[in-house]
């Protein structure tokens, strides 16, 4: 059974950091690209980072470059964003999503049941 | 990018069949057999319905079906169930620079 286990999320002050984490199982997860989609308060879906199998290749949404890092560590089996110079507008819970395939760019099949984050002061 | 376009809201009585719609362009949805839809309940996670336009995965019933002509893709329910009340969600594949695409979503009322 596919299992996606997010952590890290909390309430952080603008400007602040967070590093959110992904533990996986169920999956050979050195095989499958993994994204992290995010979902503001009663709005809709938008994936903010995504990372190829091999962590050599990682897309990054408009709103978020510069700012945050996605990465992997294949040997815990764990898909990592770091977050910084968080604004208001990066509130919503975070998904960590596996991908269909090893491409970092299809749409993903499983997804963890979030992590949120919310920045305020 | 640009969010795909879906409609806000589609509703059914029980026993009927709906369709939602998801409007892109020839970089995303018109470019690629690569279109997702995904159902979400109030406080829970995505969950994927079909992928690859019109592949189901394991386990989810064949009420559901999806399809794409053109730049717009669709996700037909057939025989609308009380259960099947949720908001909706497709996403596609997208030459851009930026991850795959999200629609706008559509919350599915059954009457």
């Known amino acids: 059974e596919v299992q996606l286990l997010e952590s890290g999320g909390g309430l952080v002050q603008p400007g602040g950091s967070l590093r959110l984490s992904c533990v996986t199982s169920?999956?050979?997860?050195?095989?499958?690209?993994m994204s992290w989609v995010r979902q503001a308060p009663g709005k809709g879906l938008e994936c903010v980072s995504s990372?190829?199998?091999?962590?050599?290749?990682?897309f990054y949404a408009d709103s978020v470059k510069g700012r945050f890092t996605i990465s992997r560590d294949s040997s815990e089996n764990t898909l990592y964003l770091q977050v910084n110079s968080l604004r208001a507008e990066d509130t919503a819970v975070y998904y960590c999503?596996?991908?269909?395939?090893?491409?970092?760019?299809?749409?993903?099949?499983?997804w963890g049941q979030g992590t949120l984050v919310t920045v305020s002061s | 990018q640009s969010a795909l376009t879906q409609p806000a809201s589609v509703s059914g009585s029980p026993g009927q069949s709906i369709t939602i719609s998801c409007t892109g362009t020839?970089?995303?949805?018109?470019?690629?057999?690569?279109v997702s839809w995904y159902q979400q309940h109030p406080g829970k996670a995505p969950k994927l319905m079909i992928y690859?336009?019109?592949n189901r995965p394991s386990g989810i019933s064949n009420r559901f079906s999806g399809s794409k002509s053109g730049n717009t893709a669709s996700l037909t329910i057939s025989g609308l169930q009380a259960e099947d009340e949720a908001d909706y969600y497709c996403?596609?594949?997208?030459?851009?620079?930026?991850?795959?695409?999200f629609g706008t979503g559509t919350k599915v009322t059954v009457l």
């Open positions: 999503a596996k991908g269909l395939t090893s491409s970092p760019r299809r749409p993903p099949d499983y």
């Open positions: 020839s970089s995303d949805v018109g470019g690629y057999n690569y």
């Open positions: 990372l190829s199998a091999d962590g050599g290749t990682a």
């Open positions: 690859d336009v019109s």
């Open positions: 996403s596609s594949y997208t030459s851009s620079t930026t991850p795959y695409v």
């Open positions: 169920g999956f050979t997860f050195s095989n499958y690209g």
